[in-house]
């Protein structure tokens, strides 16, 4: 079963930035769904950005359109998010989350999960 491993959240100050990192145990030749979640106290978990691994589909949420880019590097079995303009509003847990099929980048469809990173925003 593959395995996620977060990393790269932190403290930072409102405008800059930061680039998690989700490592995979593995990713076969599936068109994997994977996607970056967070979840901040007293909010409902929210979808972020999600690509899939072989046909290149990519969503982003409104509220990070045009600041954070998804990307994957394969060879490395690792799906990164880059998040640039930081906000106060963006200080939540991150998780990595995947799913072996092409789903919705939606909480509910994907099954396996990642402990989860936190990033918090200053103003």
């Known amino acids: 079963e593959v395995e996620l491993v977060e990393s790269g959240g932190g403290l930072v100050q409102a405008g800059g930035s930061l680039r998690l990192s989700c490592a995979a145990s593995v990713f076969t030749t599936d068109d994997y769904t994977v996607g970056w979640f967070r979840q901040a106290p007293g909010k409902e978990r929210e979808g972020v950005s999600c690509?899939?691994?072989?046909?290149?589909?990519?969503y982003y949420s409104d509220s990070v359109k045009g600041r954070f880019t998804i990307s994957s590097d394969l060879a490395k079995n690792t799906v990164y998010l880059q998040m640039n303009s930081l906000k106060p509003e963006d200080t939540a847990v991150y998780y990595c989350a995947a799913d072996p099929r092409m789903v919705p980048c939606d909480h509910e469809y994907l099954d396996i999960w990642g402990q989860g990173t936190q990033v918090t925003v200053s103003s």
């Open positions: 690509l899939t691994t072989r046909s290149g589909h990519t």
